[in-house]
């Protein structure tokens, strides 16, 4: 009896059978993606939370950005929200706390405000931000994540508990006005080819610059073009003389280089344009810019623009170069951070340029006459042969005549 007395007071001084609490981020989270300033109400990142044993009863949520010392330039407002009905939507009445602003020194956020998980039930918390205008977050990219074990703030910390013990990470957020790619054209030339000296509008590069459609939940925009630069590098120093010109079209549409009829031309470089036609050992950069660069319409978002480049050669020397634009030398208005490039490919090659200096063509047949004859066939000599045989004829019978004279 008094053992079993001593088991009952140790059973009294025992807690209840705890209320469990699933805390993990859902899987209709979004991919990375980029965003453009001055949006609003931009979803970030879900959760779900499940109660198992009992309903559970949440009194705060500590939510951590990374990169904290600059989401102060990047968030002027982050909420978090409770699907309370669970009819998966988020209405203001489901908003948890209050709305937090990063202060840039410290990485939490914490939204205080109760909300209830049922037993059995799973509900969906979401966090959304508004993006401000200031453009020294472009190019910076942001992540937002939970540690349950020390996040989640419980109202009954003796009868519930979190049993998830692993972070609960969003994908990134990455502050973008555009996002492009740099990609061949259909005309680009395949394989090598030969030019001739002198030639002009060789077909050196046919490249598309395509703005990306962004990827849910982002709102970006399209690039607006600032300068393009174009590379030549030849197989020697010397050979960049060759060189004496590069233009830049823009394509028709129909992917064939057609400069006189077709291509709209948009500016030419020659070796005098000094500070937009750089020589460095054996590589050449002409830069494409000012005024009629932009004036081109900007290339919305999910469109694209055709490019084509021109080269011309000049005499002496013989020359191989390659035609080439890299992601890197195609600028928006508004910088690299801002209008970014995807990293594949990292650039577009028109392929090997043999510049060279042409056979000398067949001489043409020797008249008839100096020399004796022609050098085209053996009629000529046919003649000549014909004539000598007449004269030794004559003679001999001159000479015959003579004889019977005597």
């Excluded at 807690?15 to 980029?34: E, H, R, V, Y």
């Excluded at 959304?128 to 990219?141: C, K």
């Excluded at 973008?176 to 002009?200: D, F, K, M, Y």
């Excluded at 070796?271 to 036609?277: E, G, H, I, N, R």
């Amino acid at each position: 009896m008094r053992a079993f007395l001593v088991v009952l007071v140790a059973l009294a001084g025992l807690p209840l059978a705890a209320n469990d609490l699933a805390f993990n981020l859902s899987g209709t989270t979004g991919p990375d993606f980029g965003n453009q300033l001055n949006d609003t109400e931009v979803e970030v990142a879900r959760f779900v939370v499940q109660g198992s044993g009992g309903a559970v009863q949440v009194d705060a949520v500590t939510v951590h950005v990374s990169n904290f010392a600059l989401a102060d330039e990047a968030f002027t407002g982050v909420r978090l929200f409770y699907d309370a009905n669970n009819n998966g939507s988020f209405e203001v009445s489901e908003q948890v706390g209050s709305d937090q602003v990063p202060s840039g020194v410290a990485d939490d956020l914490t939204f205080t405000g109760s909300f209830t998980v049922p037993n059995g039930g799973i509900r969906t918390l979401q966090l959304r931000v508004d993006i401000g205008m200031n453009a020294t977050a472009y190019g910076q990219a942001y992540d937002f994540s939970v540690d349950p074990q020390t996040d989640v703030v419980l109202n009954d910390t003796i009868n519930d508990q979190v049993t998830t013990m692993t972070v609960a990470t969003s994908n990134s957020i990455t502050i973008r006005h555009s996002e492009n790619q740099l990609v061949p054209g259909t005309g680009n030339p395949s394989s090598p080819r030969t030019a001739s000296h002198n030639s002009s509008n060789f077909p050196g590069l046919h490249f598309v610059i395509s703005s990306l459609n962004p990827t849910a939940p982002g709102q970006l925009q399209g690039i607006d073009l600032s300068s393009i630069t174009i590379s030549i590098t030849c197989a020697a120093a010397g050979e960049t003389a060759t060189i004496t010109g590069l233009t830049l079209w823009q394509d028709d549409g129909d992917s064939a280089f057609e400069p006189s009829s077709g291509e709209v031309l948009i500016q030419s470089r020659t070796p005098a344009d000094v500070s937009k036609w750089i020589i460095s050992t054996n590589v050449i950069n002409v830069t494409f810019d000012g005024t009629v660069i932009q004036n081109l319409a900007d290339i919305p978002s999910g469109l694209t623009r055709t490019f084509w480049v021109g080269i011309n050669f000049g005499g002496d020397p013989d020359a191989t170069c390659e035609v080439l634009v890299s992601r890197t030398g195609i600028l928006g208005a508004l910088g690299a951070d801002a209008d970014f490039f995807v990293g594949t490919p990292n650039s577009v090659s028109g392929n090997v340029i043999s510049v060279v200096t042409p056979p000398p063509a067949p001489k043409g047949a020797e008249p008839p006459g100096e020399g004796g004859c022609s050098s085209t066939d053996g009629t000529g000599r046919f003649w000549w042969l014909l004539a000598a045989a007449a004269v030794f004829v004559t003679i001999g019978r001159n000479c015959l005549r003579k004889l019977r004279v005597t």
